[in-house]
Each structure stands twice: as structure tokens, then as C-alpha cells.
Antibody
Framework: QLQLQESGPGLVKPSETLSLTCTVS??????????WGWIRQPPGKGLEWIGS???????SYNPSLKSRVTLSVDTSKNQFSLKLSSVTAADTAVYYC??????????????WGQGTLVTVSS | EIVLTQSPGTLSLSPGERATLSCRAS???????LAWYQQKPGQSPRLLIY???SRATGIPDRFSGSGSGTDFTLTISRLEPEDFAVYYC???????????FGPGTKVDIK
């Protein structure tokens, strides 16, 4: 059974960089036709896609966050990572990592991590 | 950018009743790229429906999806106690690659 687990600081100061890692177990991150994404959810609000990365390193980003987001992948550790720079209180959210299928298979998120709350505060 | 609108915001029903949730897109969406998720408090979203109509693995047949173009519907034929949750629709656009979620519909117990 594929499992995803987010890790990283739960508290980040304003203007600093939020860094999270997602560790994939029960399967390889280096699998064709699947992508690895980040989605966030502010407390009491809806879901927002941040971006996705392929095991080869290719990326796609939400245009509204693109200038502040960097995604990367480490196949040797079966991990992928998120960096979000210049954070403000508006970036406070539960951050989920998830796997999604490619467009040919419908581009849906079929496996999710449990989520990790990141609070931006001084 | 395609915007998804979901209605109603909250649906108050009793167990055994039928739930009909709507997802409307600001422009036409390929049915292949329309999905529905269920999220319970403190949990991650769970994929219910993909390709507008197809149930994900392990999803009971009381959940069904329909629609095309700009109007899509998730129907729960007979609500079970475990179905009270928030439901999100999601669409994928390929140029550029972009995922968009609707604001959600909360189904709560009447």
C-alpha cells in the first residue's frame, strides 16, 4: 500500500522560506505516468493546488504561486520537496503531498499524505 | 483560468435520503478531467469519482457522477452515517497544466 508522509517545521516566520518534504513508502517515486504534487488547505477553507513534480524533475506550478515555489525530487531517497519563499500569514495552511495520475488517466489525486499544519507567525 | 462553483454550500439531510451536489465550471471542462473528493474532519481528501462518472477503487455504488460541459453532479443515492462530510469537485486543464478545486459542499446531518 502506497503511503505518503509530510515532514518539516510546523512554524515559519514571516518573510522566511517554508520547506517541506514528502517521503513515499510502499512504492517507487520513479514510476512512469504518475506525478507528485502539493496541495494546501487554509484552516476552515478549501483546497489549493501548489504544484507537481515528475520523477525526472519536470515541474508545473500554480500560476498564482509560481514566483515563490520550487519543487524538487530525490529519487535515491524516494522523496520530493516543496519550498515556498517569502511567506506571510496567508500561507498558513495544512499542506498535503499527494500522487496524481497523468492526463491520459484523468489527472486525479489518488493517494494523499495525512497533511501537516504550517503556521506562519513571528 | 477555469473557476469551479459548487452548490449548495451546505446540504442538511437525514440518513437514507438522496443527496445531489452540483459543480459548475466557468467554461467547458472535459469530462475526462472532472473528479470528486470526500473529506472528513481531520482527514485527507479521498478520491470518489474520476472522469466525471467512474468510481474510484473501493467506492460504494451509492456514489455516482454525471454531467458534461459546464455542469456536473455528484449523487449519493442513500446517505449512510459515514457520508456526512465535505465534497469537492476538481478539474484539470492542460494548457498550462493546472488543477482547480471547487469551494466544497458540506453535507451535514439534519
Amino acid at each position: 500500500q502506497l503511503q505518503l508522509q509530510e515532514s518539516g517545521p510546523g512554524l515559519v516566520k514571516p518573510s522566511e522560506t517554508l520547506s517541506l518534504t514528502c517521503t513515499v513508502s510502499g512504492g517507487s517515486i520513479s514510476i512512469n505516468n504518475y506525478y507528485w504534487g502539493w496541495i494546501r488547505q487554509p484552516p476552515g477553507k478549501g483546497l489549493e493546488w501548489i504544484g507537481s513534480v515528475y520523477y525526472s524533475g519536470g515541474t508545473s506550478y500554480n500560476p498564482s504561486l509560481k514566483s515563490r515555489v520550487t519543487l524538487s525530487v530525490d529519487t535515491s531517497k524516494n522523496q520530493f520537496s516543496l519550498k515556498l519563499s517569502s511567506v506571510t500569514a496567508a500561507d498558513t495552511a495544512v499542506y498535503y503531498c499527494a500522487r496524481h495520475t497523468n492526463a491520459e488517466a484523468g489527472a486525479t489525486f489518488d493517494y494523499w499524505g495525512q497533511g501537516t499544519l504550517v503556521t506562519v507567525s513571528s | 483560468e477555469i473557476v469551479l462553483t459548487q452548490s449548495p454550500g451546505t446540504l442538511s439531510l437525514s440518513p437514507g435520503e438522496r443527496a445531489t451536489l452540483s459543480c459548475r465550471a466557468s467554461q467547458s471542462v472535459s469530462s475526462s478531467y472532472l473528479a470528486w473528493y470526500q473529506q472528513k474532519p481531520g482527514q485527507s481528501p479521498r478520491l470518489l469519482i474520476y472522469g466525471a462518472f467512474s468510481r474510484a477503487t473501493g467506492i460504494p455504488d451509492r456514489f455516482s457522477g454525471s454531467g458534461s460541459g459546464t455542469d456536473f453532479t455528484l449523487t449519493i443515492s442513500r446517505l449512510e452515517p459515514e457520508d456526512f462530510a465535505v465534497y469537492y469537485c476538481q478539474q484539470y486543464g492542460s494548457s498550462p497544466p493546472m488543477f482547480t478545486f471547487g469551494p466544497g459542499t458540506k453535507v451535514d446531518i439534519k
